[in-house]
């Protein structure tokens, strides 16, 4: 039973910094594509950062040279290091995993497993 348990969210300034974290259980998730999604009030859920099983990422445009995904196989998590926020980047955000080592794209269906979320808000 693959489980995936966010943590990290709170609280900050813009300009300031968080680090989230992704725990993942029942299954290895280096092995497979890891990715960072958010949903803000009244907007639709968009993709923030992936990673690949090789460790190749990407990012959406907003983000670029802000937020850096990673990943630690020994603790079966994966992080979202967010810093310099603004107010845009107030959301909800989910970890999520597909089922594949390569991402391919931010597109949510093709991602099958869902943490529960973390809320970030920046004033």
């Known amino acids: 039973h693959v489980q995936l348990v966010e943590s990290g969210g709170g609280s900050v300034q813009a300009g300031g910094s968080l680090r989230l974290s992704c725990a993942a259980s029942?299954?290895?998730?280096?092995?497979?594509?890891m990715a960072w999604f958010r949903q803000a009030p009244g907007k639709e859920r968009e993709g923030v950062a992936i990673?690949?099983?090789?460790?190749?990422?990407g990012y959406e445009d907003s983000v670029k040279g802000r937020f850096t995904i990673s990943r630690s196989s020994a603790e079966n998590t994966v992080y979202l290091q967010m810093n310099d926020l603004t107010l845009e980047d107030t959301a909800m955000y989910y970890c999520?995993?597909?089922?594949?080592?390569?991402?391919?794209?931010?597109?949510?269906?093709?991602?099958?497993?869902w943490g529960q979320g973390t809320q970030v808000t920046v004033s």
């Open positions: 990673i690949d099983s090789d460790g190749s990422t």
């Open positions: 999520a995993s597909a089922r594949a080592p390569a991402c391919l794209s931010m597109t949510i269906s093709r991602y099958q497993d």
């Open positions: 029942g299954y290895t998730s280096r092995n497979y594509c």
